[in-house]
């Protein structure tokens, strides 16, 4: 195995946690633990606490796009509404419908809620800011996100419920299609990079902005774009966000969730959000790379601008029926990104890129 | 020995799962609890391979097969004879057909690893890189190979197209 911890700007901090334990007379085994599980917790707090703001946004940028104000009642301009939403789903009553599937109905939302957060391991927040430079990067963050799928569809089996169930099949249909183009585009920026590993594909786009794939003329744009759609697709948001259309479905997957679970639901679709853009930043938009800021600064404000990107797409588009989500998903960029694909290695080929 | 006479903790907690879910797999009666078995089963492979440096294989594997199995599900939930009512009934008729092909199968294949004496190794370490490898190696030395399951894999969609499709459309 060749997990390289490279934490260098958290450095001091784990220096400092090394010494203390060490000089407690604790193992070896049991510090590494320790720090890991340290790690863990800090990973941990910083996306819930990133879920919880965009839940906060979306609803301001959804309330502002339908000239309302949303909410407004908690602090300057709501900004602690979703804190307080989050304490209420806590208190609320976990209505166990009787005719579930038990163990399916109990383990859904935790096997969503950690698949969600499973992406993180490998992603480079900043210049060294990584837990783990896997050299499968890339490959490593599509394998853990088929784990949402299979947890949506448990989600609707488990519940014993018509929409629910028709809602997580539609989520598995829909996830198995797009991860297609998804991984057709992606791979362009793979067949650039010559790694699958974050820090490499990162370091590809060093120097200037025009190194940055999304500039890399023509493939690189319609990568971005068809990567963009499809990545939509996998986080199921609108406009395909078919598993959960309010209007057919009441709710889709998560119908009969309520209190806890339905919160660990809501919070795992706002840190696959945050996913997508995150490995957008990361493959497409130079990563940490940037001048005068810290590079974890860069990288947050691109995934922002990402996140943005999404949210205005979000509610600026109606929703596509179940049938045209299919045909645009194979009629149109199955065949788009495999030729997009082809004509980046040809450039590759040729040697016509810098 | 070296490390692999004491494969560690991780090891045997790996298989202790592969071995259990495995058997679920087969004993469930439920396809759909048999289909998450077998999500963790694979799972559990995936993590033999991370634990024998190949993480290609690993990520392969996870991405490959557990998206397969998503599909699996849909097509027990599709068997379900009135949706989401009644639940579907996985069973096992030819128990004793299937429990004499496992042992002779299995038991075959533990003789032989046990009455093999010298085994083919490499002393090379891994490469730390391993991924540029498989690469190189599947489009140079493995090509044909890599091309037949290609064409194997087409004729197997083509075919799938062909069943489901309406006869009269």
Known sequence: MNLIVAVAELDGLFTWLYTQLTATGLGEPWVTIIQYGALAAIMFGALSLIALILVWWERKIAAHIQQRFGPMRHGWHGWYQTVMDALKLLQKEDVDITARDKVVFFWAPVMCFVAAFLAYIVMPFGDGLIVADLNIGILYILAVTTFTVIALLMAGWGSNNKYALLGGMRSAAQAVSYEIPMVASILVVVVFAGSLSMVDIVNAQSGYMWNWFIFRMPYGPIAFVTYIIAATAEANRTPFDMPEAEQELVAGFNVEYSGMKFAMFFLAEFINMFTVSAIATTLFLGGWHGAFLPSWAWFFLKTIAMVFLLMVIRWTYPRLRVDQLMEFAWKFLVPLTFANLLLGAWFKWAGWYW | ?169
């Open chain 2, 1 to 169: 020995m070296n490390e692999a006479a004491n494969p560690g903790i991780v090891f045997w907690v790996l298989s202790a799962i592969i071995l259990v879910t495995g058997f679920m797999v087969v004993s469930l009666k439920n396809i759909f609890h048999c289909a998450i078995a077998l999500v963790l089963c694979l799972s559990g492979v995936a993590g033999i391979f991370v634990l024998l440096g190949a993480e290609f294989l690993a990520g392969a594997q996870v991405l490959i097969y557990v998206g397969a199995v998503a599909i699996l599900m849909i097509f027990g939930v599709m068997l379900t004879s009135n949706l989401a009512g009644k639940k579907i009934i996985a069973t096992t008729s030819n128990a004793m057909v299937a429990f004499f092909a496992t042992v002779l199968f299995g038991g075959g294949t533990i003789v032989t690893i046990f009455m093999t004496d010298v085994w083919r190794y490499s002393s090379e370490s891994l490469p730390i890189d391993n991924v540029m490898f498989i690469g190189k190696l599947l489009m140079t030395e493995f090509m044909l190979p890599f091309e037949v399951v290609s064409v194997l894999l087409l004729a197997a969609m083509i075919g799938a197209i062909v069943l489901a499709r309406d006869e009269e459309s």
